[in-house]
């Protein structure tokens, strides 16, 4: 069975540039998060999915970030522009949607904006 | 404002002993407790979890005990092996939310 698939698995831009990642969840997973890491601290929600509607984005900064999940299935999360504290790795996760039901993470998108 | 606290940013053991790696929590309304594994370069993957309505789960050489008058759970690994070391995270959710709150982790090294 294929785990959560996210691309690219590193970027490097320049402050004010825009960045996009993009995460394919595990097949008949209905929900699908979005969290970054910084470094040194454990991951932290930006957006939770449940299916195409997203339930929790309460910690997205929506000023410069924007996700979406078209049909449901993968979802794309945006940065525009980038800044210098957006350095992070950004996990992409999905689950079953059950109450206490585990996540599955992808590998991560390191960013780094210089 | 941490409401998931792992206080030892490292940890060594030697092979074989027990590994102990704690976590302590503020929010009450916790109530769904979780330990990620993280190899470098990968994702968090989920280790073993407990309800606050039990005060211990077992799963082969991981057990995970939960004091919730102490608010405070931790993961024992025993014996550890090589193949332990990583960084561990503790996680925990309220009233069922899938909502994960995450402690900084804890960096174990398994001394050969």
Known sequence: ?114 | DQQVKQNSPSLSVQEGRISILNCDYTNSMFDYFLWYKKYPAEGPTFLISISSIKDKNEDGRFTVFLNKSAKHLSLHIVPSQPGDSAVYFCAASADGNEKLTFGTGTRLTIIP
């Open chain 1, 1 to 114: 069975e294929a785990g959560v698939v996210q691309s690219p698995r590193y970027k490097i831009i320049e402050k004010k540039q825009p960045v996009a990642f993009w995460c394919n969840p595990i097949s008949g997973h209905n929900t699908l998060y979005w969290y970054r890491q910084n470094l040194g601290q454990g991951p932290e929600l930006l957006i939770r999915y449940e299916n195409e509607e997203a339930v929790d984005d309460s910690q997205l900064p929506k000023d410069r970030f924007s996700a979406e999940r078209l049909k449901g299935v993968d979802s794309t999360l945006k940065i525009q522009p980038a800044e210098l504290g957006d350095s992070a790795v950004y996990l992409c996760a999905s689950s079953l949607g059950r109450v206490g039901e585990k996540l599955f993470f992808g590998s991560g998108t390191q960013l780094s904006v210089l």
